[in-house]
């Protein structure tokens, strides 16, 4: 299963191909604009109003730093990932 936005290119005819030849595969759209069903949303925010708030940044580099020390921190914390799916209202089934 694989869920996707609306972006262009992942309803491109070639992946769309892709797809109907897999019968194995399905593939979920979200709705064109759905930030609350996307658990991605709520990660840009803990990063937004953490690591990257108050902070004048000097270079790409500097930028580029201070995210990956923000996901590092939400990587090895599971309760701040846990967060971000539950405001989702989604949960997660093995199949």
């Known amino acids: 299963m694989l869920v996707w936005d609306n972006l262009n290119v992942h309803k491109a005819a070639d992946l769309r191909k ?13 709705p064109p604009y759905a930030p609350d069903l996307n658990p991605v949303e709520g990660t840009w925010s803990l990063l937004r109003r953490g690591w990257l708030s108050n902070v004048a940044f000097n270079t790409p580099g ?5 995210i990956r020390r923000g996901l590092r921190h939400i990587q090895y914390r ?12 989604l949960t997660i089934r093995p199949a």
């Open 62 to 66: 500097h930028l580029v730093q201070r």
């Open 18 to 30: 892709v797809a109907q030849d897999r019968d194995w595969l399905s593939i979920y759209y979200l």
């Open 78 to 89: 599971s309760e701040l990932i846990d967060g971000c799916l539950a405001e989702t209202g």
